[in-house]
């Protein structure tokens, strides 16, 4: 099956329609078909961790999905994480601790720590480099990473209190 095929999915809140190749990849329909270009490409082989977007819910390696396969999904990118304030601290945190480093790792990393602090309020140091051992920071800024989701939790603990 070669032909286009329709597509329709949410992509950060918002109906899309499109019509592509059924082997075009989720991470490539989101920068080259919609222009989210937070959505960073770099190994093409779910290993760096760099394409991380929520569907349904769940943090997924876009570069492993087909956009066909997003079918009917909801799909949420970095942008529609910034863009909603979901993230704020964590970006703020990021930006404090220096983890920024050059930043291509940086969508994926924020996307999956914002998954672990969803799921775990107050992740020891060993839960936060397990939860982030997939995505790879290949300015080797982890220790300042990890620093920044550590502090992001101790302070939404304490919001919470």
Same mark, same amino acid.
């Given at each position: 099956?070669?032909?286009? !095929?329709?597509?329709?999915?949410?992509?950060?809140?918002?109906?899309?329609?499109?019509?592509?190749?059924?082997?075009?990849?989720?991470?490539?329909?989101?920068?080259?078909? @919609?222009?989210?270009?937070?959505?960073?490409?770099? #190994?093409?082989?779910?290993? #760096?961790?760099? #394409?991380?977007?929520? !569907?349904?819910?769940?943090?997924?390696?876009?570069?492993?999905?087909?956009?066909?396969?997003?079918?009917?999904?909801?799909?949420?990118?970095?942008?529609?994480?910034?863009?909603?304030?979901?993230?704020?601290?964590?970006?703020?945190?990021?930006?404090?601790?220096?983890? @920024?480093?050059?930043?291509?790792?940086?969508?994926?990393?924020?996307?999956?720590?914002?998954?672990?602090?969803?799921?775990?309020?107050?992740?020891?140091?060993?839960?936060?480099?397990?939860?982030?051992?997939?995505?790879?920071?290949?300015?080797?800024?982890?220790?300042?990473?990890?620093?920044?989701?550590?502090?992001?939790?101790?302070?939404?603990?304490?919001?919470?209190?």
């Amino acid at each position: 099956m070669t032909a286009p !095929v329709p597509v329709s999915l949410l992509v950060n809140g918002d109906p899309v329609e499109a019509i592509v190749l059924p082997r075009l990849n989720l991470a490539d329909f989101l920068r080259d078909n @919609l222009k989210l270009t937070g959505t960073h490409v770099g #190994c093409e082989h779910g290993v #760096c961790g760099a #394409c991380t977007v929520r !569907v349904n819910g769940e943090i997924v390696r876009s570069c492993l999905i087909l956009a066909v396969q997003a079918q009917g999904s909801s799909v949420e990118t970095i942008e529609g994480l910034s863009d909603s304030g979901e993230i704020a601290d964590l970006q703020a945190a990021f930006r404090e601790r220096n983890a @920024l480093q050059c930043g291509y790792c940086t969508p994926g990393m924020l996307i999956t720590a914002q998954d672990l602090l969803k799921h775990t309020s107050a992740p020891d140091r060993g839960a936060i480099r397990d939860h982030l051992s997939g995505n790879y920071c290949r300015c080797t800024g982890y220790q300042a990473i990890v620093d920044a989701v550590e502090a992001t939790a101790r302070a939404r603990a304490e919001r919470s209190t």
